[in-house]
Structure formats: structure tokens, C-alpha cells
Nanobody, 119 residues
Framework: QVQLVESGGGLVQPGGSLRLSCAAS????????MGWYRQAPGKQRDLVAR???????NYVDSVKGRFTISRDNAKNTVYLQMNSLKPEDTAVYYC?????????????WGQGTQVTVSS
């Protein structure tokens, strides 16, 4: 089991910045990776960025150069720094953690945090 607690969402003007945090209930080294997904109204939940247990990162093309995923191992926390925000970034952002027991992958989700980009 993994519990995830997110924080850091809010309302920001276009061009502004926000940092999301996701605290995990266990060592992030024990996880197969963590990531951030987002879901806009009426749309499916899509990957934004992921970081593996080895520290490799990947991003969806629409956020490359603007968003950065990072982690603090001592705090079991993953961050998403979002710069140059656009209205189309508006969504509920969900933290994800994945475990793998050698046979089965399992996903865990945070409660979601609203990000609204609007003037």
C-alpha cells in the first residue's frame, strides 16, 4: 500500500508558476516510479511527467521546457515545478506511484489538486 498526499495547486495567471508536491507514505526507492497526471473536464487522465526509481525523467511534449519533475529522497516527496503556465494547463493534477512485485504492476493515486490558469 502507498498513500499519496498532494499539495500546491491553486489559481495562477498565464505565464505564472506553481509547484506541486506529493508526499509518499513509504520510501520512493521502493517504488517502480512516480509521476504526475492531469485531467481536464470532459477529458481523460493523461500523463504529464514521470520519474523512475533510477531518476530518469520523461515529459509529455506540451510541457517540455516548462515543467520539471524532481524528488527529495529524504522526504519521500516528488515535485512538479510548473513555469510559463498556460490556460490549457488547467486541470486536476494527480500524483501517481507504481509498484512492481515481479509479476504485477499496481498504481496508486493521490486525491488530486486543482490547477487553474486564468487571468
Amino acid at each position: 500500500q502507498v498513500q499519496l498526499v498532494e499539495s500546491g495547486g491553486g489559481l495562477v495567471q498565464p505565464g505564472g508558476s506553481l509547484r506541486l508536491s506529493c508526499a509518499a507514505s513509504r520510501s520512493i526507492f521502493s517504488l517502480n516510479g512516480m509521476g504526475w497526471y492531469r485531467q481536464a473536464p470532459g477529458k481523460q487522465r493523461d500523463l504529464v511527467a514521470r520519474i523512475t526509481s533510477g531518476g530518469s525523467t520523461n515529459y509529455v511534449d506540451s510541457v517540455k521546457g516548462r515543467f520539471t519533475i524532481s524528488r527529495d529522497n529524504a522526504k519521500n516527496t516528488v515535485y512538479l515545478q510548473m513555469n510559463s503556465l498556460k490556460p490549457e494547463d488547467t486541470a486536476v493534477y494527480y500524483c501517481n506511484a507504481r509498484t512492481y512485485n515481479g509479476l504485477v504492476y499496481r498504481d496508486y493515486w493521490g486525491q488530486g489538486t486543482q490547477v487553474t490558469v486564468s487571468s
